[in-house]
């Protein structure tokens, strides 16, 4: 989901990050999850799903049973969240294309490989939003050494410049009495600073 789903919030999106098919099949790079989900809660819970038959499952409405039929060519489905916690980060979908009975076992074992995908992903999730915090917290110390390294404060204004500049890959500009220094890289958005 491009959201969590759980406590009163509704993701907008699913967004397919992987799918295998013995079919030529079409998956867009998202989906609404109103072509899902019509009527909330029948479709994406935090309990595994089973559609024995889409051609008859009162929870699909016309354009849900056309995706599922035309687009998954799934005549069974099983959709089992991904959870953490009370909230899904999202889903594993298994399209079936002939009719199929899921037995209690087959349940259970999609449920626990579920959980463990669902932590690895929050794993992911969280190493890459420490690098993106350490990337951050070392542009500051870098721009923070180049600053207390000016001996004034046309220097200072000068390289605070060109340092944001050159981090947010925009052109920058400090206006000092008058005069303009402007940093060398080249982009239409501007920040100013006034002394």
Sequence with gaps: ?????????????????????RHDIQIASRYPISAFEVKSNTLFTNQPVILED??????LDRI?????????????AIIVPLMLGDQS????????????????AQIQRLS???????VAVQGMQLLRQTVARARREQLMLEITA???RAVDTDAIMR????????ALQKQTYVVLGGSEIQSTENA????????
């Design 1 to 21: 989901f491009d959201r969590m789903f759980g406590r009163g919030q509704v993701p907008d999106w699913a967004i397919p990050i992987s799918y295998r098919s």
């Design 54 to 59: 889409t051609a008859t499952d009162s929870r």
């Design 64 to 76: 849900t049973r056309t995706l599922f039929q035309d687009v998954f060519r799934a005549q069974s």
């Design 89 to 104: 980060i999202g889903f594993i979908l298994g399209s079936y294309g002939e009719l199929t009975h899921f037995e209690e």
């Design 112 to 118: 626990t490989v579920a959980n463990q995908v669902a």
């Design 146 to 148: 180049q600053i207390n």
């Design 159 to 166: 390289t605070a410049v060109e340092a944001l500049g050159k």
């Design 188 to 195: 239409p958005e501007q920040l100013d600073a006034k002394k």
